[in-house]
């Protein structure tokens, strides 16, 4: 097995075979190959951004993993941060979440002590999220081929 287009077919075939279990088994084991991602994502904050702020972000970074088996098959590692909720309740419903891309990209924007009227960007070490899915691709993708090939071998036996 490949990869995305192999996902898909597997994916198929489960469903054809009302496989929920096996089903249910490969997607957890998508999970685990994940799950060290996520910590070396979060590990990383504090070193490329300033700490008050690397702890905010990780009380607020949600890391999330999506399995998709339609036309663009694949897996991936989705990440979304609720926005900084201070203020009244006026201003908190008006923001938007935060600039993940562009914080990945090495900027962060910010006020300074508080103050909404006055915003600074300032330069941080890029690729808190880039950086260790690139490092870690090659070992969650071996995991993920494995569990796929182990799963098809199920189907086959059943």
């Known amino acids: 097995m490949a990869g995305g287009d192999d996902f ?3 994916s198929r075939r489960l469903t054809d075979a009302g496989e929920t ?3 249910r088994a490969l997607y957890q084991a998508i999970d685990k190959a994940a799950q060290p991602l996520k ?3 979060r590990a990383g904050l504090k070193p490329r951004m300033p700490n008050r702020y690397a702890e905010t972000l990780d009380a607020d970074l949600k890391l999330s993993v999506s399995r998709l088996a339609g036309s663009d098959p694949g897996v991936r590692l989705i990440a979304t ?4 909720a201070e203020g009244s309740s006026r201003e908190r419903r008006n923001l938007t979440g935060r600039k993940l891309r562009r914080l990945d990209g090495g ?3 910010h006020p300074l002590w508080g103050n ?3 915003w600074y960007t300032q330069p941080v070490t890029p ?3 880039t950086g260790p899915c690139k490092a870690s691709a090659p070992r969650a993708r071996r995991e ?3 569990a796929m090939h182990d799963t098809a071998v199920k189907i086959m036996k059943g």
């Open 8 to 10: 898909a077919a597997l």
């Open 116 to 118: 909404r009227e006055h």
């Open 127 to 129: 690729g808190f999220f």
């Open 107 to 109: 900027l962060l924007t």
């Open 81 to 84: 941060a609720a926005p900084h």
């Open 39 to 41: 910590t070396e994502i």
């Open 21 to 23: 279990g096996l089903r």
């Open 144 to 146: 993920i081929l494995a």
